[in-house]
């Protein structure tokens, strides 16, 4: 039996006010899901971006997310890019709230996933 895999691309709207800038941040994204390449710049991004030092790990964690949202999401707002990809930016937490919507999509993903696996089991 042929299952129906879910989506590789999640779009997500967002509208947030930084809690540094004051800012509205509104737009529309789109996440795809890194393949083995773009996995692959994720990590060169990465180590570019701690320049060799080590970081705490709240540095640690954000220098993720900038690596991740700078490849896997494929369509977004013109301010995202201006924002230098989140690099430029004051607000963490649009940030993470952006990296939020893109984790639940993955989760639910997979959720949906394993419920496919199981049918395809009990067939």
Not at 62 to 81: E, S
Request: contains cysteine; proline residues 4%; hydrophobic residues 35%.
């Amino acid at each position: 039996m042929i299952s129906v895999l879910p989506p590789q691309e999640h779009t997500f709207t967002l509208d947030l006010e930084g809690t540094s800038s004051g800012e509205r941040f509104q737009g529309s994204f789109t996440y795809a899901r890194p393949t083995i390449g773009t996995s692959i710049e994720i990590s060169k991004t990465e180590a570019f971006l701690r320049g060799g030092a080590p970081l705490d790990e709240d540095a640690d964690a954000v220098t993720r997310m900038l690596a991740t949202l700078r490849h896997t999401l494929i369509k977004y707002p013109d301010w995202w890019k201006q924002a230098g990809f989140g690099a430029k930016m004051y607000d963490l937490n649009v940030l993470l709230e952006i990296m939020s919507q893109c984790n639940k999509f993955e989760q639910e993903r997979q959720a949906k996933l394993n419920k496919v696996e199981t049918k395809d089991e009990q067939a």
